[in-house]
């Protein structure tokens, strides 16, 4: 026992693998506070203070009290396991910043589509937009207070979501909470991709 332990104590450190995910839906949805909540490292943000000037172009319905807009992206990193480290990207969530998500897409293995059951309209574009680019997703409903709760199954209906494309409770605040959201879009990903690897075998 005590050679094992010497000689694993020997053995080079595990290089991780690190994969990049994205965390998409609309404006004043909680990516940024979801991303904070469990990166590791301080969240690099570029927020901005909301103007006059924007607001023809910011619906802030809603969302009255929001006062910044992410204007590039949010970036932190989690590591899972020792082995296993996420890059998390936070999409700008205003039409006006669309044009950033094919850039922020690029080698992504997955996405969180963060929704708010008051504002599921809000979070089409995003569904729309990594249907059409067969990036693998999960739709994580933000639970905020004073938010009506609906069945999972009602908000994949809602959104008209294909069956295998998982839909999860989640409270963009809290890290564990998070941290599984994360676990299922790997797992999904994961998923996908060993099913294309068979279909190709066959």
């Known amino acids: 026992m005590v050679f094992e332990r010497r000689a694993e104590r020997?053995?080079?450190?595990?290089?991780?693998?690190?994969?990049?995910?994205?965390?998409?839906?609309?404006?004043?949805?909680?990516?940024?506070?979801?991303?904070?909540?469990?990166?590791?490292?301080?969240?690099?943000r570029t927020e901005e203070v909301l103007t006059e000037a924007g607001r023809p172009v910011d619906d802030t319905d809603g969302v009255e009290g929001k006062r910044t807009t992410t204007v590039a992206m949010d970036f932190g990193r989690i590591t899972l396991r020792a082995d296993l480290v996420l890059y998390l990207f936070g999409t700008p969530g205003q039409e006006r910043f669309w044009f950033m998500w094919d850039e922020l897409s690029e080698g992504a293995l997955g996405a969180v589509v963060l929704a708010d059951t008051r504002r599921l309209e809000d979070c089409f574009a995003a569904v729309d937009y990594f249907e059409r680019r067969s990036i693998p997703f999960v739709v994580g409903v933000n639970c905020f207070e004073g938010a009506a709760r609906y069945p999972a199954e009602s908000v994949r209906k809602a959104l008209d979501l294909d069956p295998d494309v998982p839909v999860l409770l989640t409270d963009a605040r809290d890290r564990e909470s998070v941290k599984a959201v994360l676990i299922g879009v790997v797992q999904h990903a994961m998923e996908l991709a060993a099913e294309r690897r068979r279909a190709l075998a066959t």
Do not use: H, Q, Y
Request: proline fraction near 11%; hydrophobic fraction near 45%; aromatic fraction near 2%.
């Open 10 to 44: 020997g053995k080079p450190p595990v290089e991780p693998v690190t994969l990049k995910i994205l965390v998409a839906g609309g404006f004043g949805v909680g990516k940024t506070t979801m991303v904070g909540a469990v990166s590791e490292i301080r969240p690099l």
